[in-house]
Every structure is written in structure tokens, then in C-alpha cells.
């Protein structure tokens, strides 16, 4: 059964902490992104790595970056976590390949609250 | 930039009845996929549509591709509270990676 796990499901933490969300993949996949989904505005996209240590930036980087060490973690980091930022994260992962149409794996997404 | 516009925002009905939700863009996608989100859990994809005019059928669900590949739709027949959830359609941009831009998302409320 394909997975995709996030470290955890909610955390609460307080503005101008440094916050690291964990996410695992156990399909081989090459590539991996990291999305924030707000009310009303659908699933937006924060980062993406095709490949180890590869990464480029989504639709709205800013206040994020990413790290990606080894194949099956994906890790997103807010340098100095903010109030705006408080949303849920979501994970997933995909394979190549035909024509870009692959399936995202999502992983359950974690609730984050900046206070 | 590309958007996919997705309507309507909610939607709630009752048990048995039909409902409609609309994916529509001015770009044209390559192929554009519909997922199902549960309260709690990430998104699941239901069906990937990449030919214009394509037809596919999921049980009582029809999902429809433009001719034009600008825009999509999703029919349900006889809905059941289990249909409850986020609809959300998503348009695959480009080749790299297969990223998605996706649209707002419908909130479907089936009501017994």
C-alpha cells in the first residue's frame, strides 16, 4: 500500500520560531512538492524537487524553503515562522511518467497554527 | 499564468439528487485530473482526463474534457452522503515534474 507520511498532523508554534515539517515517501518516486491549502483559494504550491538535492521554487516561495537529502524526504522549513503562515501543509508525491499526467500521492497534511 | 476556475464554491443538496461542478481556464492543459479530499486526509485522485472531448465514467460519477482542453466537468448522478467532500480539479502544466495548478476546490454536502 503506497504512503505518504507527514511528521505530524497539527502544530501549534509561536511567530519567529523555526518550524520543520517532515514528509516521507515509500513509493521511489522522483518527484516530490510540498502545498498549502487555505479556504476558498484551493491548493497552492510552495516548493517542488525533481530529484535529490534539486528543488524549484512553486507559486509562492517566499518565508519557505526546502531540503531534500535523500530520495524518499522532503522536508519544508519556515526560516522565522508568521501569523499568515498559519494553513495546512500538504505532501505529495509523484512518479515520471507519460505527458506529465502523473498521479499525486498526498499524504494526510499537517495543521499548522502560528500564534 | 495559468487558473482554473472552479465552481460552484459550495454546494449542498440531497440525497438522490444530480449535481454539476465546473473546472474552466483560458489555457489549455495538457491533461487535468480530479481528486477527492475527506475531512482529515490529503487528496485522492479519482480520474485523469487527457484527450479533448474525453468521457469517463467512475460509478456515478461522469467526468467530462472540453474539446478544446480548456475546461472540465464532473457530473454526479444520484447523490449519496457518501459523495460528501472537496472536489478539486487540477490541470497538469507542462512536463517537469507534473506539477498541478489546481482550482479552488467544490465542497459538496450530501444530505441523507
Known amino acids: 500500500d503506497v504512503k505518504v507520511t507527514q511528521s505530524s498532523r497539527y502544530l501549534v508554534k509561536r511567530t519567529g520560531e523555526k518550524v520543520f515539517l517532515e514528509c516521507v515517501q515509500d513509493?521511489?518516486?522522483?518527484?516530490m512538492f510540498w502545498y498549502r491549502q487555505d479556504p476558498g483559494l484551493g491548493l497552492r504550491l510552495i516548493y517542488f524537487s525533481y530529484d535529490v538535492k534539486m528543488k524549484e521554487k512553486g507559486d509562492i516561495p517566499e518565508g519557505y524553503s526546502v531540503s531534500r537529502e535523500k530520495k524518499e524526504r522532503f522536508s519544508l522549513i519556515l526560516e522565522s515562522a508568521s501569523t499568515n503562515q498559519t494553513s495546512m501543509y500538504l505532501c505529495?508525491?509523484?512518479?515520471?511518467?507519460?505527458?506529465?499526467?502523473?498521479?499525486?500521492?498526498f499524504g494526510p497534511g499537517t495543521r499548522l497554527t502560528v500564534l | 499564468t495559468q487558473l482554473l476556475e472552479q465552481s460552484p464554491q459550495f454546494l449542498s443538496i440531497q440525497e438522490g439528487e444530480n449535481l454539476t461542478v465546473y473546472c474552466n481556464s483560458s489555457?489549455?492543459?495538457?491533461?487535468l485530473q480530479w481528486y477527492r479530499q475527506e475531512p482529515g486526509e490529503g487528496p485522492v485522485l479519482l480520474v485523469t482526463v487527457v484527450t479533448g472531448g474525453e468521457v469517463k465514467k467512475l460509478k456515478r460519477l461522469t467526468f467530462q474534457f472540453g474539446d478544446a482542453r480548456k475546461d472540465s466537468s464532473l457530473h454526479i448522478t444520484a447523490a449519496q452522503p457518501g459523495d460528501t467532500g472537496l472536489y478539486l480539479c487540477?490541470?497538469?502544466?507542462?512536463?517537469?515534474?507534473?506539477?498541478?495548478?489546481f482550482g479552488q476546490g467544490t465542497e459538496l454536502s450530501v444530505k441523507p
Open positions: 513509493m521511489d518516486h522522483e518527484n
Open positions: 505529495a508525491s509523484s512518479g515520471q511518467g507519460l505527458a506529465g499526467a502523473n498521479e499525486q500521492f
Open positions: 487540477a490541470g497538469v502544466r507542462g512536463w517537469q515534474g507534473g506539477k498541478l495548478i
Open positions: 489555457s489549455v492543459f495538457s491533461s
